[in-house]
């Protein structure tokens, strides 16, 4: 089943002489990907490599895909936004929320980085009542940009900016750079961490190995979500409010253009009107 949204997810067309911008490609690759694990064709050089690179594998991949799916139409080894062609290749993502959807949205995500966090993230969203697409596309949204594409568990920035910030915590030698962001939306000060932990019968251990929050997954995904629950931000969600969820987790407007590009892709992902 395929959503009335989908054929919007490329901005340009893929194919010979056509732009090819890599993310359009990333999208083509991976639903060829799926559709060849489904039985749906059989690409003719083997599994694609997601590089956002249109090359003759893509190309034979795409081409042997609209022979066997659209076989009334011309072979020409090309999908235009809103063509057969792309609507036929959407039909693999299904109606509920699954990897594929997570694949599609974060086409800048590291290798292994989706296999690692992906699963999590599904189970995260059941059990914190983000179940409804909108919910889903804010959250994924906001976790996307906030973590550049699950490329990142903790800041780059080494913390001593948060030394001595009494409003996160941080009341002792060195809170700053241990207490630093940490998780796909980062968990920041002393007294962050501790809230954290508390809620998970794990407060002595987070505040002795506060990096647990970076390198176990679960946690790295489970904060994100406690986060966006302690900050009740299911309510602006259900009312849209994507300004208000950006601030809210923010503290203003940082990122606000990419954070609306996650958004704008991940409803149409998800059937969002």
């Known amino acids: 089943m395929h ?17 090819n911008h890599r993310d359009d490609v990333r999208t083509v690759q991976c639903l060829l990907q799926h559709q060849a694990a489904t039985g ?7 599994p694609l490599v997601r590089d956002g690179q249109f090359g003759p594998r893509t190309h034979a991949a795409l081409t042997a895909f609209q022979q066997a799916a659209l076989p009334h139409l011309p072979a020409n080894g090309r999908a235009d936004p809103a063509s057969p062609t ?8 299904p109606a509920e929320i699954n990897l594929i959807h997570l694949e599609l949205l974060y086409l800048n995500a590291p290798a292994g980085a989706l296999a690692t966090l992906g699963p999590a993230l599904l189970a995260t969203m059941r059990a914190r009542d983000l179940t409804t697409p909108l919910r889903q596309a804010h959250f994924l949204a ?24 009494a409003d996160l915590g941080n ?10 962001g940490r998780g796909l939306i980062q968990l920041t000060g002393r007294a962050n961490y501790a809230a954290y932990g508390r809620h998970l019968g794990r407060m002595e251990e987070l505040l002795d190995q506060p990096q647990r929050v970076a390198e176990d997954p679960a946690l790295c995904v489970d904060v994100a979500s406690w986060f966006w629950t302690v900050r009740t931000l299911n309510a602006l969600a259900d009312r849209d409010d994507f300004p208000g969820i950006t601030r809210r987790i923010n503290g203003g407007t940082n990122g606000a253009a990419d954070r609306l590009r996650l958004l704008r892709r991940a409803r149409m992902l998800l059937g969002v009107a």
């Open 142 to 165: 906001q976790v996307g940009h906030e973590s550049g594409e699950l490329r990142y568990r903790e800041e780059l920035a080494d913390g001593r900016a948060y030394e001595g910030r």
């Open 3 to 19: 959503h009335p949204h989908s054929p919007a997810l490329l901005s340009a067309p893929v194919g010979p002489q056509s732009p």
């Open 40 to 46: 749906a064709v059989v690409l003719p050089h083997g």
């Open 86 to 93: 792309l609507t036929a290749l959407c039909a693999v993502i």
């Open 171 to 180: 009341t002792q030698p060195g809170d700053g750079p241990r207490f630093k």
